[in-house]
């Protein structure tokens, strides 16, 4: 199906049409689990919903609980690496982290010590910790909110640190996250290991709704951001194609079809080349840490609109 159509398919979606999909999604109950790690997300209501697709001309779909506020958790580091490849350049950004998939979890410590400690790619944590490393600003929090201004300004989205979050998430350190520290440091990948893992955990607490997330992913979707470069933009897609969903990526390359990336707060990003974005939320996840109802409607939709950029 020639490019044209498929254009014309995703804008006729109809609001009724997509309601219906959540609907059906819901009513079979996906399986899935709340992560235990942090406990403000252990609370997180699994019925909650909402999903928002943003076209390039403007139309808008919202459907569910698009109220919810969601730490952006995982589905930072897609913005993380925009940012620094916008500041720093490709070259700098590749001499600290890889563009392999990994064929392990996000957090895969056996990973790590199988690449003599160098991060595999920027959307797992390892290298997500070594870019926080390099975010410029003289504290963590400087670090932190001049990611989050970039956003807000570039894409008109309105994160903000979630202090309550943030808590929860110093009240439970994470031994892997700060063994994955420790192995960086011991590498020569880092300047500040104690830094790099409090931005880390700062950018993973910045907070909005789908309608957020929906915004600062149309400036992967298009050419209308002409301050970012296009070079930058077509890394960063091609990273969360066969990376952001993780150990599941590749699957989920072909099957959809779409640069994803998911996030262990159920968050849920995909960005449709040229057209627009669809982003969700829901809390239950699957083993491989992607959200169960947020793929499940990312898949009807892709496949009812002939969405799979490889046909
Ligand atoms: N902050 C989370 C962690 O490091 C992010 C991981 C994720 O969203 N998959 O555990």
Redesign the pocket.
């Known amino acids: 199906m020639g490019q044209a159509s498929n254009d014309q398919q995703f804008q006729h979606l109809s609001q009724a049409q997509l309601a219906d999909w959540m609907h059906q999604i819901q009513l079979n109950a996906p399986h899935g689990t709340v992560p235990n790690?942090?406990p403000q997300l252990a609370e997180a209501d699994p019925d909650r919903f909402a999903v928002q697709i943003q076209l390039l001309d403007g139309k808008v779909h919202a459907c569910g609980d698009i109220q919810s506020l969601v730490p952006l958790?995982?589905?930072v580091k897609p913005f993380l690496l925009l940012y620094l490849l916008e500041q720093l350049g490709p070259e700098e950004v590749f001499s600290v982290v890889g563009m392999q998939p990994s064929e392990l979890p996000?957090?895969s410590l056996i990973q790590l010590e199988a690449d003599q400690n160098r991060p595999r790619n920027p959307m797992i944590?390892s290298g997500a910790i070594a870019l926080a490393d390099r975010l410029p600003g003289r504290d963590a929090e400087t670090r932190c909110q001049n990611l989050c201004e970039w956003l807000n300004q570039q894409s008109g989205s309105q994160w903000q640190l979630d202090q309550t979050m943030l808590a929860s998430?110093r009240s439970r350190p994470?031994p892997t996250?700060q063994t994955i520290g420790d192995r960086l440091q011991q590498a020569g990948c880092l300047e500040n290991r104690d830094m790099a893992l409090d931005v880390?955990?700062q950018i993973?607490c910045l907070s909005g709704t789908v309608t957020d997330l929906a915004a600062s992913g149309l400036m992967l979707a298009n050419a209308q951001f002409p301050q970012i470069s296009a070079n930058h933009r077509r890394i960063v897609n091609f990273l969360m194609l066969t990376c952001g969903l993780y150990d599941a990526s590749a699957k989920y390359a072909v099957e959809i079809g779409l640069p994803m990336k998911?996030?262990?707060?159920g968050l849920l990003l995909a960005i449709v080349p040229r057209q627009g974005v669809i982003a969700c939320y829901s809390p239950l996840l699957d083993p491989a840490?992607n959200s169960v109802a947020g793929l499940l409607l990312i898949q009807t939709i892709a496949q009812a609109l002939n969405l799979n950029r490889f046909g």
């Open positions: 790690y942090i958790m995982s589905a996000y957090h944590n998430v994470n996250n880390y955990q993973c998911s996030s262990v707060s840490g």
